[in-house]
Nanobody, 112 residues
Framework: QVQLVESGGGLVQAGGSLRLSCAAS????????MAWYRQAPGKQRELVAG???????TYTDSVKGRFTISRDNAKNMLYLQMNSLRPEDTGVYYC??????WGQGTQVTISA
């Protein structure tokens, strides 16, 4: 069964940090383009960061220099390190394994 399970969300103050994790099963993280998306209340889901099989990373402009996407091939895990968090980073963060493969999401709330 192909499955993505996110964890690591929570409530932190602005300026704080969180690390999101995505545990993958039935899909090899190292062989696929993986990504993190987020959806803020009342807004569309947007791409936050992605990493290709070759290791090339991409970030939306608003998180460049603050967020880092990475993976652990041995553990088949995807991560998103989020630093200098802002209230506008609040939303549900989803792991994506390409196409319609999504996790259930993890809530991130940043207080001012």
């Amino acid at each position: 069964q192909v499955q993505l399970v996110e964890s690591g969300g929570g409530l932190v103050q602005a300026g704080g940090s969180l690390r999101l994790s995505c545990a993958a099963s039935g899909i090899i993280v190292a062989r696929n383009t993986m990504a993190w998306y987020r959806q803020a209340p009342g807004k569309q889901r947007e791409l936050v960061a992605g990493i290709t099989a070759s290791g090339t990373t991409t970030y939306t402009d608003s998180v460049k220099g603050r967020f880092t996407i990475s993976r652990d091939n041995a553990k088949n895990m995807l991560y998103l390190q989020m630093n200098s968090l802002r209230p506008e980073d609040t939303g549900v963060y989803y792991c994506n394994g390409g196409g319609s493969l999504w996790g259930q999401g993890t809530q991130v709330t940043i207080s001012a």
